[in-house]
């Protein structure tokens, strides 16, 4: 059971009283702990602020995150918080070094859990496969991208294997963009939801060696670069979360820079990156919504099988999120009267959004990973023989405060990436304000569905 | 930086900058870009244009921070309140 909630499941609860905890922290500076410190214990009953009032509260923090930003309306100002960095390391063999021990690494572990997954217990918990993809990799590695800088090129043991391989090198058709990866990331998610990979090691291994068998085939004919920047879902993603982060690497040097301003050069940035972003929001929320009651009752009256049904909906839900967002791109484009593009405008803005999925991901994973480490420690101890009893640590409560800051420091900032996208784009400062209205409201519209769905009650997924 | 990467609509020739070519729906709003993108370039009369746009959006400018703040402790209040009623 333990480790069928490894998503956001069985972090629901904890999170509703983060957000409730968001208005106390951020908006209001009433003490969180009143609503949160009950959080812990099971039960949803014990969620003492309503629902109505954590969606209210969670959208007022947007907007006024928002209004805090616009006060700030010196362009040099904003230019110049954007593009600090300052220079750590700058030395290529030392980067070189690093990198082959990294993807060294890279191999090991992929090794280990290919044949602890296939071979070892089978019990999830017991698993060092499971749990080091699941609480080490998906949890905790994906939390380093976005809080320290992304290491996915050099540690990805795929493309270290790729490229000892020899490539076709047959030129990547342009015109599909990272459509591939868009719709590869949406099939892993779907096949998350609906198959055991979660639970159950030696099908886990499975899905990874046919992951394996795909990435090498598709290297082989495209070449690694391209088939890493185009066509691989977990690449795009690990990418796009290091640039929330406040660590960069350009060539030789690795810099410290303003969390978030690498997003500015998602480039070149397409109408299939756009789709990209928003399918990595949109995956999340999905994640939780089937699990909710909402969606049982939508099973049991539409008459499509289930099968055809969940790839339904969560193809629905991305086209409901994109729809959104051009909608906002073009209301802003009649607000701001500007002579740019609708399509530009959705370009500049989108990226902003991956500060929101990176916010939400550290609410989601920290008190699972923080509680899983121990299993995953001691199991490591002994892969094939792990002991009976496996220690699950309770987080302590103030975990609830750092989930709680998480959000808020996402939402910021996007909320800022986006002040510094309409100042650099717009020569009006208040043109450059009004065009993000519509695009506040979008960021509202998603938060408020993501903390609907986590404040629904968890029921078994159909 | 983002600028360069931009697309326009076509046809938009209702106020084109004259040093990089881009449109701008109106007169005020092509100032404004010419003196925050090319200032060291403009003769004295633009730079004066760009000086009297942003005088003139300077008094919009005050009265939108007026209503934010204003927002900010409604949104404050509005929730203190909420929140001790529940
Ligand atoms: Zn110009």
Redesign the pocket.
């Known amino acids: 059971m333990a480790a069928s909630c490894r998503w956001s499941r069985c972090t629901r609860r904890r999170v509703i009283s983060l957000v409730a905890g968001v208005a106390a922290v951020g908006v209001l500076a009433v003490p969180a702990l009143a609503h949160g410190g009950s959080l812990g214990s099971a039960g949803r009953e014990s969620v003492a602020v309503p629902t109505w009032l954590v969606l209210l509260t969670g959208g007022a923090a947007v907007g006024a995150s928002f209004l805090l930003a616009s006060l700030v309306t010196d362009r040099s100002l904003i230019a110049a918080v954007e593009s600090w960095s300052r220079g750590l390391i700058d030395s290529g063999a030392v980067l070189r070094w690093g990198a082959r021990v990294v993807s060294l690494l890279g191999l090991v572990v992929l090794a280990v859990v290919l044949f602890v997954a296939s071979m070892g217990p089978q019990q999830p918990l017991a698993n060092l496969g499971l749990l080091t993809v699941w609480v080490g990799w998906w949890a905790g590695y994906t939390m380093s991208t976005y809080l320290v800088g992304n290491t996915w090129p050099a540690l990805n043991p795929w493309r270290t294997l790729s490229r000892v391989l020899p490539s076709l090198s047959y030129s990547y058709p342009e015109r599909l963009g990272v459509w591939p990866a868009t719709v590869a990331l949406l099939a892993l998610v779907w096949v998350e939801v609906v198959s055991p990979v979660a639970d159950q090691p030696d099908f886990l291994a499975g899905v990874i060696i046919v992951y394996t068998a795909v990435t090498l085939l598709g290297t082989l004919v495209f070449g690694t670069q391209q088939w890493f920047d185009s066509a691989d879902p977990v690449a795009r993603v690990f990418d796009h979360y290091g640039r929330v982060a406040p660590f960069g690497r350009d060539r030789d040097t690795i810099s410290l820079q303003t969390p978030g301003s690498a997003l500015a050069d998602i480039a070149p940035a397409t109408r299939s990156e756009v789709a990209f972003v928003i399918a990595l929001l949109w995956v999340t929320t999905f994640d939780g919504f089937v699990s909710t009651p909402a969606w049982r009752s939508i099973v049991d009256v539409v008459p499509v099988p289930l099968s055809a049904l969940y790839p339904l909906a969560l193809v629905a839900g991305f086209g409901l999120f994109l729809a959104a967002f051009y909608g906002a791109a073009r209301a802003s484009k009649r607000i701001t009267g500007t002579c740019v593009t609708t399509a530009s405008l959705v370009r500049e803005f989108a990226p902003s959004l991956l500060a929101i999925a990176a916010g939400y991901h550290l609410a989601h994973y920290l008190g699972y990973f923080i509680s899983l480490l121990p299993a995953l420690a001691t199991v490591a101890t002994a892969p094939l023989a792990p002991p009976a009893e496996v220690t699950l640590l309770v987080a302590p409560d103030w975990f609830e405060t750092v989930g709680m800051l998480a959000i808020l420091v996402g939402h910021f900032l996007a909320i800022w990436v986006a002040h510094a996208t309409a100042f650099d784009i717009f020569p009006g400062r208040l043109q450059a304000i009004r065009s993000q209205y519509p695009f506040i409201a979008v960021m509202v519209f998603y938060t408020m569905t993501s903390l609907w769905i986590l404040a629904q009650p968890e029921v078994a997924a159909p | 930086m983002r600028t360069e990467r931009l697309s326009y609509d076509d046809g938009s020739d209702t106020a084109v ?1 004259e ?2 070519g ?1 449109p701008f729906p109106d007169d005020d709003l092509l100032a404004l ?2 003196g925050t ?2 200032f060291e370039q403009l003769p004295d009369d633009q730079q004066a244009a760009y000086e009297a746009a942003y005088a003139d959006e300077q008094e919009s400018v005050r009265l939108f921070r007026l209503k934010a703040l204003g927002g900010l402790i409604l949104v404050y209040f509005g929730f203190l309140m909420v929140y001790a009623v529940v």
Do not use: N, V
């Open positions: 900058c040093y990089c881009r870009h010419r993108r090319h």
